[in-house]
Nanobody, 123 residues
Framework: QVQLVESGGGLVQAGDSLRLSCAAS????????MGWFRQAPGKEREFVAA????????YYADSVEGRFTISRDSAKNTVYLLMNSLKVEDTAVYYC????????????????WGQGTQVTVSS
């Protein structure tokens, strides 16, 4: 089992950058592929980015490709989401998730979720 705690959210202006962190508990962090999802008010939770167990593969949603970068640090049991060139439409609660199934864009494949961190982008 793994517990996830996100941090780094906040209020920024369009065009700014922000880095989210997700700290994982337990000694088996490297056993899980990790993902970031987001949920805006009134919308479904959607995939943002994912990274494989080794960190060698990454997936991105089309809407963030080229602007967001996912990475992981196994020594710190932490996964990051660097968000550049933020847009108003990036406003959402961002969730970190872990899956034992391997890198995936599918929400249902993720077993463990954090509590979320709010990102608000103003114009």
């Amino acid at each position: 089992q793994v517990q996830l705690v996100e941090s780094g959210g906040g209020l920024v202006q369009a065009g700014d950058s922000l880095r989210l962190s997700c700290a994982a508990s337990g000694r088996t962090f490297s056993s899980y592929a990790m993902g970031w999802f987001r949920q805006a008010p009134g919308k479904e939770r959607e995939f943002v980015a994912a990274i494989s167990r080794s960190g060698g593969s990454q997936y991105y949603a089309d809407s963030v490709e080229g602007r967001f970068t996912i990475s992981r640090d196994s020594a710190k049991n932490t996964v990051y989401l660097l968000m550049n060139s933020l847009k108003v439409e990036d406003t959402a609660v961002y969730y970190c998730a872990a899956t034992g199934w391997g890198i995936s864009k599918t929400r249902a494949n993720y077993n463990y979720w954090g509590q979320g961190t709010q990102v608000t982008v103003s114009s």
